[in-house]
């Protein structure tokens, strides 16, 4: 069986706000750190789930699957969400999957 497979991505990465500024006269602890990461990572699940659900989307084309990845960056202060989306065709379709990253 020989599938079609399609790759789209779009260079959008979304930044998360309301995570507070350290300031530049000294380095933060590594406590701070790890707040700062937890609270992205939490704030990246409450986005996910408000806008994705589950993350599993039936259409009558097939089924789009969506996951995140979020990263915090010290070096930026800021939280990044990286959305990854499959859309899988049901097997009569004549489409092949796709991917697309945002």
């Known amino acids: 069986m020989n599938m079609c497979r399609t790759l789209a991505v779009t260079a959008t990465i979304f930044i998360l706000g309301g995570v507070s500024l350290v300031g530049s006269g000294h380095a933060a602890s ?41 990263h915090y960056s010290k070096k930026l202060n800021k939280c990044f969400v990286l959305y990854t989306t499959t859309d899988v065709p049901y097997k009569n379709k004549k489409k092949g999957v796709s991917i697309l990253m945002t």
């Not at 701070?32 to 009558?60: M, P």
């Not at 084309?61 to 996951?67: P, V």
């Open 30 to 70: 590594n406590k701070e750190d790890y707040e700062l990461q937890e609270r992205c990572g939490k704030r990246a699940a409450e986005l996910f789930n408000l806008e994705f659900g589950n993350g599993i989307s039936n259409t009558k084309e097939g089924q789009y699957i969506t996951d995140y990845r979020n």
